[in-house]
């Protein structure tokens, strides 16, 4: 007699490294994306895109020279895919500019608020240096999610000491931006 499965077991059928390398990626990855792309589920679209096409390419991940070479892979394809969408979509982050020009509340109660001001106030300063100055935005974009110089080198395909000067170069740049930011807000422009 044939026996038919009655479940189908999708994550198992992927491997058990290819899971396991997800799963501890995708920690890191959601973050990242949501930070780039400031939509939650455009974020997740990144990720599971990147996973699919991780795992297209596993084969070529697998015979990469070391587990951070494969890190590194698997972040080039994450940053492709947040290219993607940002060029599918064509979508402009406008909410970060016009809350990083409204004026903060004086009153009391508001640190809530004046957190995501200053958050999108950052935000609004790494876009636009990256516009001037792309691979050091990145730099900082990779450093706020907790990646060392090593592995901003490995997957921007920098040497780390370029990484350590591009992101030293880039936090004076963001000074400057939000200092500029600051005193526009004070002047009332």
Do not use: C
């Amino acid at each position: 007699m044939r026996q038919i499965p009655l479940q189908h077991d999708p994550v198992g059928a992927l491997g058990p490294q290819f899971a396991v390398f997800f799963e501890e990626q995708h920690r890191r990855w959601l973050p990242f994306a949501l930070d780039r792309l400031g939509n939650k589920a455009d974020a997740q679209d990144a990720v599971q895109n990147t996973g699919a096409k991780l795992f297209e390419k596993w084969d070529v991940a697998l015979g990469l020279p070391s587990p951070e070479a494969i890190q590194a892979f698997a972040w080039k394809i994450l940053r492709d895919e947040i290219a993607n969408l940002h060029r599918s979509r064509r979508r402009q982050d406008e909410k970060a500019v016009h809350l990083a020009r409204q004026p903060r509340p004086d009153t009391t109660g508001h640190e809530a608020m004046d957190q995501l001001v200053e958050l999108d106030a950052l935000r609004w300063a790494i876009d636009e240096l990256a516009k001037t100055h792309p691979v050091q935005a990145e730099v900082v974009r990779l450093r706020r999610h907790e990646m060392d110089y090593a592995q901003i080198g490995a997957v921007l395909d920098i040497a780390q000491s370029t990484a350590k000067t591009y992101y030293s170069l880039a936090t004076r740049h963001l000074e400057h931006l939000l200092t500029t930011l600051q005193d526009d807000e004070q002047q009332g422009n």
